[in-house]
């Protein structure tokens, strides 16, 4: 092998090399969004819902709806229902919800899952006339004020759901439903519930956390039974 081709040979390796490093730190910086989640007081990470899932949710809403007679939770030309998805992933459910004329708004704390949703709407929400555009904030949903909301959709994990209600319920309109993908709010009575193994859906309203805190409020002041004493 000549000097120049030895030299050219060992150009284009620390090209290769300097490719594969930028590459590796491209991912790695991407990836922070997904990882830093698990640092947080309550770990969400990012797992998309399902088809089902999404089905599920507004099924749950229009049988809970037709069972109790409610009008006000289904869009329509005269009555604009509000809703939020808390932790919107990449949109899938804001996208969906606002297909079914929702005026629906995502709240995303990961940076490259918020910009996918907004590129998505400046991309894939054209010619869509009668129907609200796609709403998507960069926010912590603990820190975003719930008042303005008719429905406020959440696919969260076991562990958050007691906390999250307790906020909640402060901030919900009264008339205002929950509904919860995957978990219930453990020992809340729902108002509704669609089982569908890892699909399936709780509906719970501001009355039923009302109950909630109640009975907590019972256990609480509940006198310690003697009989618990081991001595
Ligand atoms: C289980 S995924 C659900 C995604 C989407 N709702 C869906 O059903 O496809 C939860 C999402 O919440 C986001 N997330 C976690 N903590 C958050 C917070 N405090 N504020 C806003 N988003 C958060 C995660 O980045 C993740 O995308």
């Known amino acids: 092998m000549s000097e120049q ?15 594969v490093g930028a590459t590796a730190i491209g991912f790695s910086i991407a990836a922070i969004p997904f990882l830093t989640p698990a640092l947080r ?3 969400l ?20 709806s037709l069972e109790k007679s409610l009008t006000k939770k289904a869009p329509s030309k005269t009555n604009v229902v509000r809703l939020i998805d808390l932790g919107s992933g990449d949109g899938r459910i804001v996208f969906d919800a606002a297909e079914r004329g929702y005026h629906a708004t995502g709240v995303e704390l990961n940076t490259m899952l ?4 907004k590129f998505k709407t400046f991309t894939a929400w054209k010619n869509k006339s009668g129907l609200f555009r796609p709403v998507f904030k960069r926010a912590d949903f603990w820190k975003v004020n719930m008042t303005q909301y008719d429905l406020i959709v959440v696919f969260g994990v076991q562990g958050m759901m007691k906390d ?13 439903l929950i509904v919860s993908c995957r978990f219930p709010i453990s020992s809340y009575k729902s108002v509704f ?9 709780w509906i719970y309203d501001k009355e039923s956390l009302d109950n909630l805190v109640e009975e907590e409020k019972k256990s609480e002041s509940k006198p310690i039974d003697e009989d618990d004493d081991d001595d």
């Open 193 to 201: 519930r669609l089982e569908d193994e890892l699909d399936g859906v």
């Open 164 to 176: 999250l209600a307790s906020k909640l319920k402060e901030e919900m309109k009264p008339d205002c």
């Open 114 to 117: 918020y910009l996918y949703s």
């Open 41 to 43: 007081t309550h770990a």
């Open 5 to 19: 081709s030895g030299k050219q040979g060992s150009k284009l390796g620390l090209y290769l090399a300097m490719g």
């Open 45 to 64: 990470p990012y797992v998309p819902a399902t088809t089902k899932q999404i089905e599920n949710v507004f099924k749950a809403v229009k049988g809970y």
